[in-house]
Each structure stands twice: as C-alpha cells, then as structure tokens.
C-alpha cells in the first residue's frame, strides 16, 4: 500500500512538472538551455547544473521535450516510440548476447515501419547489425543455428530472396555510435535510426520509397516525439545530413518552425 502511495504521488508530481513547464514556454517554437536552466532555478533555488542536467534529460526520455541542436529544445505533446513485442527478436539478442556480451549490435523488423505507411507491404524482414569486424562471424553463428540469414544483400537479392521465404534475417554492420535503446540482453533501434535507415538504405527497403516514405516521415512525427537532434546526427555520421533535413522539412509541417533558422 506504501509503495502504491509513494508511486502515486511521484506520478502526480510528474504530471504537475510537466504542466507547469508547458504553461511557463507556451506560444515559444524553440527553449534554449540558458531559458531552461532559468526556469529550474526560479522554481527550485537548491538546483544545481548537475541537477538541470538530469531534469532536461528526463524531460526528454519521456518524450516532453524535444533536442533540435545541442542547447535548443522544443515542447512535444507527443508520447515516446515503443517498439512492438517480437519474439524472434527477443529470442536471436538473447541468443547472440549470450555468445557475445560485449560486442554491440542492433535487431529491428521492418514491419515496424509498417505503421506508418498507406499500404501495407505482406512482406517483411529482419535486420541485425553489429560491429564491422564481427558482421561476418555473427552471419555464420546465425546461420549455423537455424537462421535464414543474408549477407548485405543488394536490391534484386531482397527482390528474388529475401523477401520470398519466412522471417529472413539481413546481417550488416552497425554504423559507429548509432543511436540504440538498450534493455539488458536487448539492443533495438530509436525510431531515429530507423527513420534514417529506411531513407538511406534503398536497396534494402525499395518497396516503401517515394510516397511511401514521404508517409513514414509524416506520419511518424506527428505521432511520437521524435529527437530531431540525434535524427540528424545519425544522419550525418551516414553522410545524408543534409539531404535528409530537407527530406524532413518537406514532409513534416511543424519542423519550419524549429529548423529553419539552423
């Protein structure tokens, strides 16, 4: 009953944070991190920058606010991506982290970017990434214990392939500071890298480009809380930043407004 209480209260306090910090910035299209710090300081005198910190980081966890570029934010009213149960997903991380706990990697399913298309695709497949030096060990681990995997595989090999047979899995590396969810034995994709990795990888995912992706780009940020900052890093670490900022400001109505003065 306690800990019911103290949850209880720690929800309402959130709510009341949350409330408190969209009246005090509304009407505003951008926050800097002077503004934010301001505010905290005015609310709490004790706060401390180690303090802010944490609060602006927590604010953007749960998806209130949103990092444009490095000290710029913006309010979002939107919830924080969850990706959907998957259990050969769950099953090939627990599998691959048990042989190799240290070595990065990254598993996500194309079907998830089914939700934001027009048309649904019948057809999908699995991707697991990992570091360079290991991508062609964890191909034959993968396919040396039931996986039907594929190396990088090109455009007529998804076409003729890939796509043909049940739950096939494309190995490739994993781009170098790639931005991850992490939850123990799991490493998934932020919507981010996703939303990065459909535009670039055309080969791969030739079948949701043109309207299709102008639909997963619209539809996506007007459903979540999208961080536009690690977007377009991860973007220019693929060497597409520009490119994909003005993909974005093309299809996404509100990002004028936070961007165009970057």
């Not at 060990?137 to 995997?149: C, E, P, R, S």
């Not at 995912?205 to 536009?228: A, L, P």
């Not at 890093?233 to 003065?261: H, M, P």
Request: glycine residues 4%; aromatic residues 14%.
């Amino acid at each position: 009953m306690t800990y019911l209480c103290t949850l209880k209260k720690s929800y309402t306090a959130v709510v009341r944070r949350t409330i408190e910090i969209v009246h005090a910035f509304k009407g505003k299209d951008t926050i800097t991190k002077d503004e934010l710090s301001a505010y905290f300081r005015s609310t709490d005198g004790s706060a401390t920058d180690a303090g802010i910190r944490q609060r602006i980081s927590r604010f953007k966890k749960a998806g209130i606010l949103i990092s444009v570029k490095k000290g710029v934010y913006a309010l979002s009213n939107r919830p924080v991506y969850v990706h959907p149960t998957d259990k050969l997903i769950t099953r090939l991380s627990r599998f691959f982290f048990t042989q190799y706990p240290d070595i990065q990697y990254c598993a996500w399913s194309s079907a998830w970017l089914y939700d934001f298309t027009v048309h649904q695709p019948t057809r999908f497949f699995y991707i697991f990434e990992t570091e360079p030096d290991m991508v062609e060990t964890a191909f034959n681990l993968l396919k040396d214990n039931g996986y039907k995997v594929f190396l990088n595989p090109d455009e007529q090999t998804m076409q003729l392939y890939v796509l043909g047979i049940e739950n096939p899995v494309v190995v490739r590396s994993l781009v170098s500071r790639a931005p991850l969810v992490k939850n123990k034995t799991i490493q998934l994709p932020s919507l981010e890298k996703m939303l990065v990795d459909a535009y670039i990888d055309k080969k791969l995912f030739y079948f949701i480009q043109g309207k299709e992706m102008q639909n997963i780009y619209k539809f996506s940020f007007s459903k979540y809380s999208i961080q536009i900052s690690r977007l377009l890093n991860y973007a220019v670490r693929r060497g597409n930043g520009n490119e994909i900022s003005d993909f974005a400001l093309r299809n996404v109505s509100y990002l004028s407004k936070i961007l165009i003065n970057d």
